[in-house]
């Protein structure tokens, strides 16, 4: 698919990623989290350094334990299943930056098997909170998650603004001002 049909085919898969925190029922199925999994373990990072573990959730309880720290993450409550990345915790601006290109492949793999996803952040006593229910030690950085499965088309839960600003407004040729 190297031709311009294929092009615009994949320019318009991945400017079609929203998120989605309602979901249906049914499991992902192994297959699709592995492509997930294998999509993020390639996931570029500075100095190659890879400074992730990912922990994969799907037990109910834990899910809706999580959902309920502080944070944004509600929505881990009804996913199939969730991922923490767990940072090393070493280098915090190169990661921070690498947690979220890691966030969002994962979020695109998801996407090309039609699973939805959305990151949640944890807050204040939220990250304490998560690290200690998932056995995380003091020193490694988490920060988010991903709830992912099949999205729930019925729902009726206001999603929040998919605007976006015109090109217009936040390109400049050569210089900034
Ligand atoms: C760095 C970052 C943090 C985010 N944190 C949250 C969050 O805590 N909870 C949440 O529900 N969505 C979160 N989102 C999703 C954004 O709200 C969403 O991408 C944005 O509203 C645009 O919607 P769309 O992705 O559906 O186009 C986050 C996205 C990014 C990139």
Redesign the pocket.
């Known amino acids: 698919m190297n031709d311009t049909r294929g092009a615009k085919e994949r320019i318009a898969f991945l400017r079609s990623?929203?998120?989605v925190?309602s979901f249906r029922p049914e499991p992902v199925p192994e297959g699709v989290v592995n492509d997930m999994l294998e999509v993020a373990r390639w996931t570029g990072s500075a100095s190659n350094r890879q400074p992730w573990t990912l922990v994969i959730i799907r037990e109910r309880e834990i899910l809706r334990a999580l959902a309920r720290m502080e944070?944004?993450?509600k929505?881990l409550a009804g996913a199939a299943l969730g991922i923490v990345p767990v940072m090393d915790g070493e280098r915090e601006e190169q990661e921070i930056y690498d947690e979220?290109r890691l966030c969002e492949r994962i979020m695109l793999a998801a996407h090309a098997h039609g699973v939805g996803s959305?990151?949640?952040?944890f807050v204040g006593s939220g990250v304490d909170e998560v690290k200690e229910m998932l056995g995380v030690p003091p020193q490694r950085r988490v920060r988010?998650a991903i709830s992912l499965g099949y999205p729930d088309e019925t729902s009726r839960r206001r999603?929040?603004?998919?605007a976006r600003k015109p090109l217009a407004e936040i390109v400049r040729e050569e210089r900034y001002g």
Do not use: E, F, K, N
Not at 118 to 121: A, E, K, L, M, R
Not at 159 to 162: E, F, L, P, T
């Open positions: 990623l929203r998120a925190r944070g944004y993450a929505h979220g959305s990151v949640g952040w988010s999603r929040m603004g998919q």
